[in-house]
């Protein structure tokens, strides 16, 4: 990296394909310095120093730590970070048992917040600091029951992304949430051939998310709505 520019860096979580992929390359093509972390090391192509990456794994905390110290080190510093792993969940929150409710909260809230407590004091000494969580149109509405356990979940990680915007109000740090519809994912799969071919791309989502990153402090934006087509109501 040119020692003279300080490139910013953003920590992007499961980078290695889907949405998370999409937003690494988006970030990378716009400059910026990006940590990717996921289970399995991304194929992002040759990015040299500017792109780091550390073993995740929400389920194991120990990761979580060990990856922002890693991105810090190498990177010099944390200027955002993006939650976008997530799992879902096709159980009722009647059929869950606890370890179904535990994991999906585990993955989708409690390692999102977590590894944003670890780079809070990097964020602190940012001048442009971001937090952007990944959420979904599910967390602001239940449309089937079978949904609602992810559901649940969601709306958790929905009010994670304002508490995060609170706590960082008087530190200068802003967060967002991003609450995107079905996109063509492996994620959505299920959905009908015609439909996917409509359906947001995750590229749209990463062209969002890097808007949302570059916006100045001046400009707070709690929530972003993404769907493919319009809904009566969210």
Not at 108 to 118: E, G
Not at 204 to 210: G, K, N
Request: charged share 20%; glycine share 6%; hydrophobic share 45%.
């Amino acid at each position: 990296m040119n020692q003279h520019i300080k490139k910013r860096v953003a920590l992007v979580s499961g980078g290695s394909r889907g949405l998370g992929k999409a937003i690494a390359l988006e970030l990378l093509h716009a400059g910026w310095c990006v940590s990717v972390g996921s289970r399995s090391q991304p194929d992002l192509g040759d990015w040299g120093d500017v792109l780091h990456w550390s073993p995740y794994d929400a389920r194991d905390p120990e990761s979580e730590q060990a990856w922002v110290a890693s991105a810090a080190a190498q990177l010099g510093g944390i200027d955002a970070v993006v939650h976008n792993a997530g799992i879902l969940s096709s159980t009722s929150v009647i059929d869950a048992t606890e370890a179904e409710v535990d994991d999906l909260l585990m993955v989708n809230v409690k390692s999102p917040r977590r590894i944003t407590q670890y780079a809070w004091p990097y964020l602190k000494q940012s001048d442009q600091a971001r937090v952007v969580v990944v959420a979904s149109l599910a967390g602001k509405r239940v449309r089937t029951a079978e949904a609602s356990l992810y559901a649940l979940s969601k709306a958790a990680a929905l009010s994670l992304a304002h508490g995060i915007r609170h706590c960082g109000d008087k530190e200068g740090i802003r967060a967002t949430a991003i609450c995107p519809g079905f996109i063509a994912t492996d994620m959505a799969e299920q959905v009908p051939a015609d439909i996917q071919a409509k359906i947001t791309r995750p590229e749209d989502v990463a062209t969002v998310v890097r808007t949302v990153l570059s916006l100045p402090f001046t400009a707070s934006i709690a929530e972003i709505p993404i769907n493919w087509q319009v809904e009566s109501e969210y």
